[in-house]
């Protein structure tokens, strides 16, 4: 019989805490470091945090305020009472409801795609529709500014991954040109999240199809905001299904809930629900989630002044900024960056505002690229003229703290 033996600790290891505290410490020595903030409230336009302080927040993706609308929180409480809160399986197993089925029936209809398919985040989607379509011997292609969830994708497909500079059309033709791969995808943001510019689609659209290409769009950003109906960047370029194959959207931002999902063909979405490791072998969003969607679609079909209201308050903070000499992205959508550079100042700036009863998120490296700090600043619907007046004497007011 033999005997287990076991040695000694090597003398040069160390515990976990002390491999890891040098990075943390390092992080914080350069203004990197992330802290939560705890809330007692409701997300919305006025926030309180757990320490009682009130704020007018100017951080959050609610872009149409529709997270505590009286009907969608209405629709999920009745569902919740008839379903529970949890949905108990995963789609394939018995978790897939008539909530979900209805609301998949709806998100296609309204993207004027054959169908769609629920996921339980962005992130989800965009992982397993990547990784479900390309592999070894494939290629893909993405801006350099695109979401983590889509790099990410692109780096653990297995595919050649190859990243174009951003909204660089001639970039992406350039390496397309170059490309032997079997199947080559090109995925990009609708919006880019940290710069609220829209990707060039009808250019992309182009070499996707000169150079056999699919193209898949991450709306996260657009859905809800853009197009005559909210129907997103392919709204707002009128692509159909031919010409955008792969619609990616949430239901965390605009909507106002949580989840995503996928719009595509027949063929694309039984692909991935027997090939999208992260739809098969994760338990579905609650059926109370999905009503709770399916009342906010109805809430953003029936209300189109939501849009028009927060187009309006773009621009008056656009106009405003521009009025106080502020370095703006090049934005026409709810995401307006205040580009500062230094992490340092983009906190102390951050911190006055706070202090003035603002709310902003301090954006640092390495979310976006070094030396490109900014506040990210986003409106929304439930915003008032004021909040958006007050906001901006606050940045007129804040001295050396910006540029």
Not at 264 to 277: C, D, N, P
Request: hydrophobic share 45%.
């Amino acid at each position: 019989m033999r005997i287990a033996t076991f040695t000694t600790r090597r003398d040069d290891s160390v515990t976990l805490e002390q491999a890891l505290a040098p990075a943390l410490a390092q992080r914080s020595e350069d203004h990197l470091y992330r802290h939560r903030r705890v809330l007692a409230t409701a997300p919305g336009r006025r926030v309180t945090d757990a320490g009682g302080r009130c704020f007018t927040a100017f951080c959050s993706n609610d872009y149409l305020g529709l997270a505590k609308h009286p009907k969608v929180v209405a629709a999920f409480k009745r569902a919740a009472e008839r379903y529970g809160v949890g949905s108990g399986a995963s789609h394939l197993v018995s978790g897939h409801g008539r909530e979900h089925r209805a609301l998949e029936d709806e998100l296609a209809d309204f993207t004027g795609r054959a169908r769609a398919l629920l996921f339980c985040s962005g992130y989800m989607a965009n992982l397993g529709t990547v990784k479900a379509l390309v592999g070894k011997g494939d290629a893909v292609f993405e801006d350099r500014l695109n979401h983590a969830s889509l790099l990410d994708a692109g780096l653990s497909s297995g595919a050649r991954f190859q990243r174009f500079r951003h909204l660089d059309s001639s970039d992406l033709q350039r390496r397309l040109l170059a490309t032997e791969a079997r199947r080559r995808l090109i995925a990009v943001d609708g919006v880019f999240s940290m710069d609220g510019d829209i990707a060039p689609l009808p250019e992309l659209v182009t070499l996707a199809q000169q150079h056999g290409a699919w193209l898949l769009v991450d709306d996260a950003h657009g859905f809800g905001c853009l197009g005559p109906s909210g129907g997103g960047v392919a709204e707002h370029f009128a692509l159909a299904e031919p010409a955008l194959p792969i619609l990616i959207g949430t239901l965390g931002k605009a909507f106002g809930t949580a989840g995503a999902f996928v719009a595509g063909s027949e063929a694309l979405i039984e692909t991935l629900i027997q090939q999208a490791r992260t739809y098969i072998y994760t338990t579905a969003l609650p059926p109370a989630l999905a009503a709770a969607t399916r009342a906010s679609l109805q809430v953003l079909r029936a209300e189109p002044w939501r849009r028009q209201w927060l187009a309006a308050l773009i621009q008056r903070f656009r106009r405003g900024a521009s009025t106080l000499g502020l370095s703006l992205a090049d934005s026409a959508t709810p995401i307006q960056p205040v580009i500062l550079g230094d992490s340092q100042r983009t906190l102390q700036l951050a911190a006055y505002l706070e202090a003035r009863g603002f709310l902003v998120g301090a954006i640092r490296p390495p979310t976006v690229p070094a030396g490109s700090a900014r506040l990210r600043i986003t409106l929304s619907a439930a915003h008032t003229e004021a909040d958006v007046d007050g906001l901006l004497a606050a940045l007129a007011d804040a001295g050396g703290y910006r540029p």
